[in-house]
């Protein structure tokens, strides 16, 4: 009698070995979008050039959609583009002198209200490029407030390397997706 039922036992464990070997994987995806697609398409973004030759991106390679949005946005208020150097969030000079353009701007338009996106170029995690994107444009938030921009009319927005500004694996793509847009509304 135990050894019939240690020999069914025996027959059980290794059928649930194989069943459970057999079993289908789930895959997951490490790198899936981590922005909701309505935060995603919010906002068109400001495009503008780099002021600084060592930062000179490649041609803007934009849908024409996107081109289409930026250019009803630049209507607005023609805010420019500051670019960022590799895994920096501090500003450069060129970058300084471009916002103290934009604060001028935001200053004679009292009724503007700001929000700053954040980008990163494709090279790390998501969440790594969310958390830089995000200190990015904290960075500029907090020198247009220096300047004298009111705090309450601007807020920021990281999207990572969700929104690259050019597609391409080369330095020239990654210098123009290192930076923050300017997107004004009234």
Known sequence: ?????????????????????????????????????????????????????????????????????????????????????????????????????????????SGAKLQIEGHCDERGSAEYNLALGERRAKSAMQYLITLGVKADRLSTISFGKEKPAVQGSDEAAWAKNRRDEFVSSK
């Open 1 to 109: 009698m135990k050894k019939s039922v240690l020999a069914i036992l025996a027959a059980l464990s290794m059928a649930a070995l194989v069943a459970g070997g057999c079993a289908n994987k789930e895959s997951i995806k490490s790198e899936e979008a981590v922005v909701p697609k309505a935060e995603a398409a919010k906002a068109a973004p400001v495009k503008a050039e780099p002021q600084s030759e060592s930062a000179k991106p490649a041609e803007n390679v934009a849908p024409p959609m996107m081109e289409q949005a930026a250019k009803a946005s630049a209507a607005k208020l023609a805010l420019e583009t500051i670019y960022f150097d590799f895994d920096k969030s501090d500003l450069r000079q060129d970058a300084r002198d471009v916002l103290n353009k934009n604060a001028d701007l935001l200053k004679s338009n």
